[in-house]
């Protein structure tokens, strides 16, 4: 029997929230079950409020060794190539949002006061207070990541391996498989509190707007691509076309890299530097991910009134690029990678969190299809500035959005 995908039991699961929000508060008249619901919410967010310390260690830490690891002028390169592609991608979704989710947000009804004065409380609480701030995990992620780097000794190196893994399958294991409840938790409850009609169409209408701004910001990384090599950029563009629709299919930057390869190579990319570059980039170069981390957050923020400003978007921005370099190899890992960042950036509550994911992983196919699109832009951009130059030896990937 063939296993449901998460898109799928996100889906039941959100259906099923606003079934038993609208039976409770149309012929039930009583909330037992939506507090029964914001009860496990509860719990659940507390729990995942513990874990957003632990996965930025046990990923960002790794990952910035491992990248620390590789030497040469070829990874210098690629991953600062990567890196401004992600921030101009995050930009050009600030932009395009300022301009265009205010009158989306306006013209189903405004933003609520305070929204969240309206939802039902669970029957009790849970604290599960974390070992150390956001800041504080990133900081410590940061300083050891760049410490195994620079000292090049495998134990600690290795420990963190371990950690990773073991925060892996929390995700994998606890939080992934939970969340088709949690999510069917806060629709029950907005639904209940009458909010869930304005939700679902600016959730449709950020939708919409999030894979037009995948289409625009591919044709510029290859436009870029293709005047800086001297190649068509409408050509390249169409033999890495196989590589986005696996991408839809897998969901999966890593699974989809034997077909990003074969579609870069057809761009005239050298095998030494599409070898190196497209693995690379599957880890660190995540614009689709990031446009979407950027536009769902905007959205969420007008839907409660919060600013919005550049200088608020912009440094969580920057801190998002350098973020996805550790996302978790899990379906909807950058979205787990980001959630400390909304939080401490930019004062995501638990409930907003869990908005948040919804918004994300119902377009996280599209997203992860424009990552992998684009990483054969940055290995164009890389094989014209390598010259031909070896790729890295011993270089391997660390996460990845899936």
């Not at 301009?99 to 039902?120: C, D, M, Q, R």
């Not at 195994?148 to 420990?159: P, R, T």
């Amino acid at each position: 029997m063939k296993k449901v995908g998460l898109l799928t039991r996100l889906i039941i699961g959100l259906a099923l929230g606003i079934i038993i929000g609208y039976i409770s508060k149309e012929f039930l008249q009583f909330d037992f079950f939506v507090r029964l619901l914001a009860t496990f919410n509860g719990i659940f967010g507390g729990f995942l409020g513990y874990v957003i310390p632990l996965i930025i260690i046990g990923f960002v830490a790794p990952g910035i060794a491992e990248l620390g690891k590789g030497a040469g002028r070829l990874l210098g390169i690629t991953t600062l190539l990567a890196y401004v592609s992600t921030i101009i991608a995050g930009t050009f979704a600030f932009l395009v949002g300022t301009g265009v989710l205010p009158k989306i947000v306006s013209a189903v009804g405004g933003h609520a006061s305070n929204p969240e004065e309206a939802l039902v409380a669970g029957f009790f609480q849970v604290d599960m207070p974390p070992i150390m701030g956001v800041m504080t995990a990133l900081i410590t992620a940061f300083l050891f990541g760049l410490g195994m780097a620079a000292i090049k000794n495998k134990s600690l190196y290795q420990v963190t391996k371990d950690f990773q893994e073991i925060i892996e399958k929390v995700i994998q294991n606890v939080i992934i498989p939970l969340l088709p409840i949690h999510i069917a938790g806060i629709f029950a409850n907005m639904t209940y509190a009458g909010e869930v009609a304005r939700i679902m169409k600016i959730f449709g209408s950020v939708f919409a707007i999030v894979i037009l701004c995948h289409v625009v910001i591919i044709v510029l990384q290859y436009t870029i691509a293709g005047t800086a090599t001297g190649r068509n950029p409408f050509t390249a563009l169409k033999n890495m076309i196989p590589a986005y629709l696996t991408a839809i299919g897998t969901q999966s930057s890593a699974a989809t890299i034997p077909v990003t390869l074969r579609s870069a190579k057809k761009n005239g990319i050298s095998d030494g530097v599409a070898d190196f570059a497209i693995p690379l980039c599957a880890t660190i170069h995540l614009s689709g991910s990031t446009i979407t981390l950027t536009m769902c957050a905007m959205a969420v923020m007008m839907m409660s009134g919060a600013s919005t400003s550049f200088g608020l978007l912009f440094p969580f921005i920057l801190m998002l690029g350098v973020t996805m370099v550790a996302a978790p190899g899990v379906p909807g890992g950058a979205v787990m990678a980001a959630l400390g960042l909304l939080q401490s950036m930019l004062g995501f509550t638990e409930a907003q969190l869990g908005l948040m994911i919804a918004l994300y992983l119902t377009q996280d196919s599209f997203g992860t299809a424009c990552n992998v699109t684009g990483d054969g832009a940055i290995a164009l951009l890389a094989d014209k500035f390598a010259k031909g130059s070896a790729p890295v030896a011993g270089t391997s990937t660390v996460g990845g959005e899936v």
